[in-house]
């Protein structure tokens, strides 16, 4: 593999011209695809079929598999954080967890599907952490040093390194242990259990 993330690769020359409807219409179809099948049983055949669409037509689009996957994710809204700001770390916090929440059933689903091909090949995975991880990931550290300037979290607090791990756990596990995504409930409940006495806690102490 090489070292270049997959989405700095040209799309092919020949192009035909798709409306931006057409064009949305084959991400999302892209998508529910792999949510329901995974990435390695994806194929351009099953693109092709679900949206009415010639093979021809997709490869002389996108080239290939990865670079129409990684098109969808980069092209189909999903939710926004980027704008949270309510004044204080704990509300940022509840906001995130209510807005992941609501989407928890599609996101939850899109990792799943991606992080076991993204195991064994460099580009899916560094196209998931571009794509699906980095935005949330910035959203999180830019609450973060707000709640620092404001002096709600003490700087040096070791919890801070682990808050995405954390995060991103309740998330991918909820549906391997419990059958259920980690909806807005449970990750607010997961915020008072887990996050927020950590993230109270002084730089140095222990628990117990």
Request: no cysteine; proline share 5%.
């Amino acid at each position: 593999m090489t070292g270049q993330p997959a989405t700095a690769a040209p799309r092919p020359s020949g192009r035909t011209k798709l409306t931006p409807e057409r064009e949305q219409e084959l991400y999302e179809a892209v998508l529910d695809l792999l949510r329901e099948r995974g990435y390695d049983a994806l194929t351009m055949d099953a693109v092709a079929v679900r949206t009415k669409s010639s093979k021809a037509t997709l490869y002389r689009q996108w080239g290939t598999k990865l670079q129409l996957v990684v098109s969808a994710m980069r092209h189909t809204k999903r939710v926004s954080l980027g704008d949270i700001d309510t004044g204080s770390l704990v509300g940022d916090l509840r906001e995130m967890a209510r807005r992941v929440g609501d989407e928890a059933g599609d996101d939850t689903a899109l990792l799943h599907a991606l992080s076991h091909a993204g195991q064994r090949d460099a580009d899916i995975r560094l196209a998931m952490r571009e794509v699906l991880l980095e935005p949330e990931i910035e959203v999180l550290n830019t609450a973060l040093r707000r709640g620092m300037e404001r002096g709600e979290l003490a700087p040096g607090n070791p919890a801070v390194e682990f808050l995405v791990h954390a995060f991103m756990g309740a998330l991918v596990t909820r549906p391997m242990l419990e059958d259920r995504y980690a909806d807005a409930e449970y990750l607010n409940r997961f915020l008072d259990a887990v996050i927020l006495p950590a993230l109270r806690r002084e730089p140095g102490s222990r628990a117990g």
